[in-house]
Each structure stands twice: as structure tokens, then as C-alpha cells.
């Protein structure tokens, strides 16, 4: 019997494993992210509707960017996480995706914070929002 345990306890020691899905993902550090987004200020209307966003500069990495989703709010760090820090790896919107500034054009998703186009180890790096009337709190 005891070998038993002994066995199934070696088999549940090499089933678990470390987790390196991390491991390309060391190109962003954890910024502080504390910001307040009033939305009606002219500059953060657009998002009252859905699938609008807007930049938000000097926090996190790159800045943030923040989306309406229909069901609420997500908020992404606005530099690439497939990239070293660069002038380039700074994302832009362009409708509702996000695209790296570098040569290869990382596409990424600003419903989902994956990319498109091609399989890439990092997604976009997801801040926490909380609605409080019509102001958002963006946190990490």
C-alpha cells in the first residue's frame, strides 16, 4: 500500500509543473496606474459608445488605453508586450485594435487584449476599471 501512495504522489510531483508562460513576458514592469477618467470631459465622451477608445498618456509603461466594450470598460498598458521598451513599441489605435509602432506591426484586440494576425506569446497587459457614475477608476 505504501507504494502505492509513493507512486501516485511521484506522478502528481512531475504532472505539475512550473508555469512558463511568463517567461517571454518580461518586456513591461508593474507601473503604478491610478487615474480617473470623467467622461464628460470633451476629451473622454467618445466613450460613451461602444467599441470607442481613448489614450490616456503617463501612466503604466506607454500610457493606457481604455475601450468601451458594450458591457462595460476594459483598460490595456499601452506599450507593446512582445517588445522591448522602444520609441516603437508604443501602441496606437486604430479602430478597435491597438498596433505596434516596430516594423513588425504586432495587431492586438482591444475587446480581448490578444493578437491578430499572428500567434504571439504576450497579450496586452489589462489594468482594473471600476464605474462610479459616469467616471471610470483605472488601477493596477
Same mark, same amino acid.
Given at each position: 500500500m505504501k507504494q502505492f501512495f509513493l507512486f501516485v504522489g511521484l506522478i502528481l510531483l512531475t504532472a505539475c509543473s512550473r508555469n512558463n508562460s511568463d517567461e517571454n513576458c518580461r518586456f513591461l514592469v508593474n507601473a503604478a496606474v491610478? #487615474?480617473?477618467v470623467n467622461m464628460n470631459l470633451p476629451q473622454y465622451n467618445q466613450l460613451q459608445f461602444t467599441s470607442n477608445s #481613448? %489614450?490616456?498618456a503617463n501612466q503604466g509603461n506607454k500610457g493606457v488605453i481604455v475601450i468601451n466594450v458594450g458591457s462595460g470598460f476594459r483598460a490595456w498598458? $499601452? $506599450?507593446d508586450p512582445n517588445h522591448e521598451q522602444s520609441t516603437c513599441s508604443l501602441l496606437t489605435i486604430t479602430g478597435a485594435n491597438a498596433v505596434c509602432g516596430c516594423v513588425d506591426a504586432n495587431t492586438y484586440s482591444l475587446f480581448t487584449g490578444g493578437s491578430i494576425g499572428k500567434q504571439l506569446p504576450c497579450g496586452l497587459?489589462? %489594468?482594473r476599471v471600476n464605474v462610479s457614475g459616469n467616471s471610470l477608476l483605472i488601477t493596477n
Open positions: 491610478n #487615474v480617473t #481613448v %489614450y490616456i498598458d $499601452a $506599450a497587459k489589462e %489594468y
